[in-house]
């Protein structure tokens, strides 16, 4: 049923990976949203729902067939609750000054205090929430504050709600000072943080795209840091003005989703060839063409590989968690930077729009990242001169005097810049970019194994997949399984040790949101293996119950 819309939240008293497969208690404000997520319902779940809106017209918007929604949905065996959410919320804040739309606004509110008498959870962090976000608006904060306990104290005096769930309080937590974050804002964050060490102002030029516009706002929003932001008026605007921005000092980024990539492929070949810093966020959706925009994919690994006419490498990196995303657009960052080449960052709209606590770090935790750039005075500039290590470009800015040069779209010469038609040195510097990227293996960590470094079966995984495969696999491991977990990150190049790891298990199995391009990819690199693949193109994450199917199917086999 379409036009529905939901937030799924798990929490526990040890670290939470995924917001959970099948839900204890549902919270349908409306038929519609009662018959979509109906499935979704362990048995003996409970719900809760606005007996306000199961009206003639309510019920037939949402196509029921009857006026009983809980025989025709079948929903006997669970812990059906109706309460009048909208009459009470209306009850609860009548003498106040808010309007009747902010009134019926509340609700949520309502029903969120019942959540938390089921949950038994205090008020007081809720509470002190409404405080911080609303601290210029009072009026907004007490009826918050009212409508939330109205509704604690109704699930406490009606007894057809229990009091039921206990969650002990978390043990295991590494102490320190966390906050609610998604990953759009982390990636934000983490892109700022990156600059800030790069000592070189941070600039956004980009295009409102679902799901990447947040990266933009919260980039837009950080003026007094020095980050400089350009909403243009497309995709090819956005990466074009990053370029620019890049080849006179700033650290550039743009931020897209999907088409926009596709958009931007030209532009990117551009950045390839100049040889310039620049980070593209993508924030993979469903597709083709513009596809599913609020849903979730990983099918953009091929083209951020390979999608630019001629041989155009890029590092390509994929972070795994809303809150990691700060920790991957800083790597990215730090690889393009010192390493003159753009970098594409993968996340999903799954990870970008999820939340979770994140421990704000300690920015001396961090290195320092240090782009190539000419000192002023140099003298003997020449533009295509490298790094014997890592083979980058030394940066020199525009402006800077005695280091005039010249860079663009056309093959230049390997040292000077000038523009060659020269087959050879064509030849000579494919090589040599590829080279760099390639190198790039030299700077980053060996793979991690999550279980034992060998055994029966390797789960291999990508991108925001982890906190469920991860979840799957330690679920198996503690049966007794022998199952371990490879989780890839750095995507191209890949790590090391990546073959070395393949070689020591009986089965390799694939998991990823796609038709499989990450099991392709490593085909290409690694033939000598065969790879098992699972994979699910639906606009949905994976769930832990599926993935352990599978993974005892492979196991069994």
């Known amino acids: 049923i379409g036009g529905v819309s ?3 939240l798990q929490i526990g008293s040890k670290k939470v990976y995924t917001p959970g497969d099948y839900c204890d208690v549902l919270v349908a404000m409306n038929p519609a949203a009662l018959k979509a997520n109906a499935k979704w319902l362990k048995t003996g779940a409970t719900i809760i729902a606005d007996s306000d809106t199961f009206n003639e017209k309510g019920l037939q918007r949402a196509n029921y067939k009857t006026d009983d929604p809980v025989t025709e949905l079948k929903l006997e065996d669970y812990n059906v609750i109706f309460a009048p959410i909208t009459t009470l919320t209306k009850e609860s804040l009548k003498e106040t000054e808010l309007d009747n739309k902010s009134i019926i606004r509340s609700k949520n509110m309502f029903a969120l205090g019942m959540a938390y008498y089921m949950f038994n959870r205090p008020l007081n962090f809720t509470e002190h929430f409404f405080e911080v976000k609303f601290k210029n608006r009072p009026r907004i904060v007490e009826a918050n504050k009212k409508v939330l306990k109205d509704g604690y104290n109704y699930a406490a005096n009606i007894q057809a709600i229990p009091n039921t769930y206990k969650i002990p309080s978390a043990t295991s937590i590494q102490k320190g000072l966390y906050r609610n974050i998604n990953g759009n804002t982390a990636t934000a964050w983490g892109l700022i943080a990156a600059a800030e060490k790069a000592k070189l102002p941070l600039f956004c030029g980009s295009y409102p795209i679902t799901p990447a516009t947040e990266i933009l706002i919260e980039l837009a929003k950080r003026k007094e840091l020095g980050v400089k932001t350009l909403q243009v008026e497309d995709e090819i605007a956005g990466i074009c003005t990053a370029i620019g921005a890049s080849y006179a000092g700033n650290f550039a980024v743009t931020t897209t989703s999907g088409p926009g990539l596709s958009l931007k492929s030209e532009a990117i070949g551009l950045a390839v060839m100049t040889e310039l810093p620049l980070v593209i966020v993508n924030v993979q959706r ?46 990215a960052s730090k690889l393009s930077l010192e390493h003159m080449t753009p970098v594409i960052l993968l996340t999903d709209g799954y990870i970008a729009n999820g939340t979770e606590p994140w421990k704000i770090p300690s920015m001396s935790e961090y290195p320092e990242i240090t782009p190539p750039l000419v000192p002023d005075g140099t003298e003997n500039y020449e533009p295509y001169e490298r790094d014997p290590e890592r083979l980058a470009r030394r940066w020199a800015i525009p402006g800077q005097k005695g280091l005039e040069h010249r860079i663009g779209g056309l093959e230049k010469d390997f040292i000077k810049g000038s523009v060659s038609h020269d087959p050879n040195n064509h030849q000579r510097m494919v090589n040599i970019r590829a080279e760099k990227v390639a190198r790039v293996q030299d700077f980053i960590p ?24 991860y979840t799957a696999v330690q679920e198996l491991q503690a049966e007794g399984k022998s199952i371990s977990l490879c989780h890839i990150h750095y995507i191209n190049p890949l790590p090391k040790n990546i073959k070395q790891i393949f070689g020591q298990f009986k089965k390799l199995l694939v998991c990823e949101l796609n038709m499989g391009q990450m099991a392709n990819y490593l085909r290409m690199n690694f033939q000598e293996f065969q790879y098992n693949q699972y994979n699910k193109v639906q606009g949905l994450p994976f769930t832990i119950s599926e993935l352990k199917d599978k993974f005892n199917q492979i196991l069994e086999g």
């Not at 083209?303 to 809150?323: D, F, H, K, M, T």
């Not at 279980?451 to 469920?468: N, P």
């Open 446 to 469: 060996e793979q991690e194994v999550f279980g034992d470094e060998k055994g029966d079966l390797l789960v291999i995984s990508w991108g925001g997949t982890f906190g469920h495969t």
């Open 286 to 331: 469903g597709g083709p063409s513009t596809g599913l925009p609020t849903k979730t994919e990983q099918s953009d690994l091929m083209q951020a590989l390979y999608g630019r006419n001629g041989e155009c490498p890029v590092i390509v990196v994929a972070a795994s968690s809303p809150s990691n995303c700060f920790d991957w657009a800083f790597n």
């Open 6 to 8: 939901g937030f799924q």
